[in-house]
């Protein structure tokens, strides 16, 4: 991730309601996303207690800032806001390096 | 999280290999990490797929520069890299904002 990226990293609670229609919406969300000028990346995970962590990032404050007033974003917040989520954080930070680690592949034994 | 706050964000895809060793390194290493200098919270999720995302969240830059030269930290990864991680990913950030919300609880109805 290049210094000077900005990360949006969004910690979140789930409802246990609607899970069909949130994974249907987070999917559509994703795509949104990645079409969205200044788009460079996403990280997400989510546990079995309904704790979730996605990580998007964007090629400045402007290109993060215009996603989060985009129209179709703004409406699924509404939703979640209403349904999905019992409490999410949404916590902005530049990037100042980044590090990349990965098993060397041995073969198999 | 105040502005300046340092976000070590790290993401990680777990191999099958020992779950309990892991399970248990990961809470010694959250304790350790909540006792260590500058440490100012921690958000943490990894799903069914393996993949997992830790972000930790310090003072000062050098606060999570010595977080990571620390010797225990330092063991641990090597077992990390041997055992545990298929790759891992590391992004450190510096908060600039954040926003919180939380569902208003309305009683039982």
Not at 20 to 30: D, L, V
Not at 45 to 70: C, L, P
Not at 84 to 106: F, G, M, N
């Amino acid at each position: 991730m290049k210094s000077g990226t900005v990360a949006v990293i969004f910690v979140s609670k789930r409802t246990a309601v609607d899970p069909e229609g949130y994974m249907k919406a987070a999917e559509e969300m994703g795509k949104a996303a990645a079409r969205f000028p200044g788009y460079c990346g996403i990280h997400s995970a989510r546990g079995a207690d309904g704790v979730g962590i996605t990580v998007s990032y964007w090629s400045s404050d402007e290109a993060a800032r215009a996603w989060k007033a985009d129209a179709a974003h703004s409406a699924i917040r509404e939703q979640g806001r209403a349904t999905w989520y019992e409490w999410y954080e949404l916590i902005v930070a530049q990037v100042t390096r980044d590090y990349r680690w990965k098993r060397e592949e041995l073969g198999s034994e």
